[in-house]
């Protein structure tokens, strides 16, 4: 049945999209990756990065490679392969590293869909609007995730823009283009500032890669992933409860930063204490690994780390928004604390004592012993349980007529 109304057949136009199509469980992955490159590119033709900035990043990757291992206490495999890229690929890539965290949320979704009102005649604007709301959470979970992967590949110098584990692979991202505006912005000489990257960036996949942080780290982002799919699932609710009046619809889905804005419920905010006490103890390390390796390979080292710290402590929405979706707290009072936790580590055990963060999964720290470095470091001395099993039982202690001074 045809429509004269720019509005309804507009609905219709979606449905078609992202609820009766062949692939359309897609949908919101298709929508994430158009958006989130629109936004990183500013809607422009994305060029290749230029060939000399990579032979460069080449080249430092080598320099950062051999200091790396030796200030982590860990050696490569193989040798990891710095890879430029431009920020709608950084963008791309981010969403492919981010898809199963995604994909949670949107199968948990589709689980529990809100019940559509019966819809029979396609001129039904109150069953067409009902029936929009409710396939409409999934895309907006892909709009949501590919708009904060879109602006923070504007920002992003590397790969580990939030310190959460990529999939494993051969290379590591670096973003030339940003890096030559943060050495520019700052004053800073750009090669210098390239190494500095590399240095980061591979000391991040160091950590990041070892199986028990990366385990874990997951496990507690996926603990948080019923909760955004709740949170979603409100909006797709909220959205079907204005079925009956078009109007009211229309001004919801007017403004697109609202809409989105709205999912971070306070709720969602309050993020998990484990989650946030060990990604800012990985971000912590890694700055301080960086700046100590820099203090040695470059000139400007000083300027360089004052930089990079008013860098992160940027209040960026782009961060923000990014970091909310996965639990993350990435604000000045979280790297100041995990500044202080590593500071507070080698005053008492030197850099030995900082380097069995990622020895054993029994060493991660807990939220509490974030504030109390001293805590950690007794803990981590304490012989493991498995250990004291191992100890004399009752039947192997000396006997009455065994005891000393008898």
Not at 62 to 79: I, K, M, N, P, Q
Not at 215 to 229: F, G, P, Q
Request: a negative charge.
């Amino acid at each position: 049945m045809a429509t004269n109304d720019p509005f309804q057949g507009l609905l219709q136009d979606l449905l078609r999209v992202i609820g009766g199509a062949p692939g359309a469980q897609q949908a919101w992955l298709d929508a994430a990756r158009s958006l989130a490159h629109g936004v990183a590119t500013d809607g422009e033709q994305e060029t290749n990065p230029d060939p000399i900035a990579r032979i460069r990043f080449e080249e430092l990757g080598r320099v950062a490679e051999l200091h790396v291992a030796d200030a982590t206490g860990f050696t490569f495999d193989r040798s990891p392969a710095f890879e430029p890229v431009g920020r709608g690929t950084w963008a791309l890539r981010a969403l492919d590293a981010w898809a199963p965290t995604v994909g949670r949320i949107v199968e948990a979704q589709r689980a529990n869909p809100p019940t559509p009102a019966p819809f029979e005649d396609p001129g039904d604007v109150e069953a067409l609007l009902a029936r929009f709301a409710g396939t409409l959470g999934p895309v907006l979970v892909g709009m949501q995730f590919g708009s904060a992967a879109g602006h923070l590949a504007q920002r992003a110098l590397g790969q580990f823009a939030l310190p959460l584990p990529w999939p494993e692979s051969t290379s590591i991202l670096v973003v030339p283009d940003n890096v030559h505006r943060f050495a520019e912005e700052w004053s800073l000489p750009e090669d210098e500032t390239r190494l500095w990257v590399c240095l980061r960036e591979l000391t991040a996949q160091t950590v990041l890669g070892r199986p028990h942080v990366a385990a874990r780290i997951r496990e507690l982002v996926d603990s948080l992933t019923l909760d955004m799919a709740a949170t979603h699932q409100g909006l797709a609710e909220r959205l079907g409860d204005q079925a009956g009046d078009p109007e009211a619809l229309q001004r919801i889905l007017s403004d697109p930063e609202a809409l989105l804005a709205d999912l971070l419920t306070p709720g969602q905010r309050r993020t998990s204490e484990d989650l946030v006490a060990l990604t800012t103890v990985v971000a912590s390390y890694v700055d301080h690994v960086t700046r100590s390796l820099a203090t040695t390979l470059v000139g400007a080292a000083a300027p360089l780390g004052e930089a990079w710290y008013r860098y992160r402590i940027e209040e960026s929405a782009a961060e923000e928004a990014a970091a909310v979706l996965f639990g993350l707290d990435l604000s000045r009072r979280q790297v100041d604390r995990g500044a202080a936790f590593i500071r507070g580590v080698v005053e008492r055990a030197g850099e030995g004592g900082v380097q069995k963060l990622w020895n054993d999964p029994r060493h991660l720290p807990t939220p509490a012993e974030v504030d109390a470095p001293g805590l950690w470091l007794e803990r981590i001395s304490l012989p493991d349980l498995d250990d004291l099993d191992e100890l004399p039982g009752d039947d192997e202690l000396p006997g009455d007529d065994e005891l000393p001074g008898e």
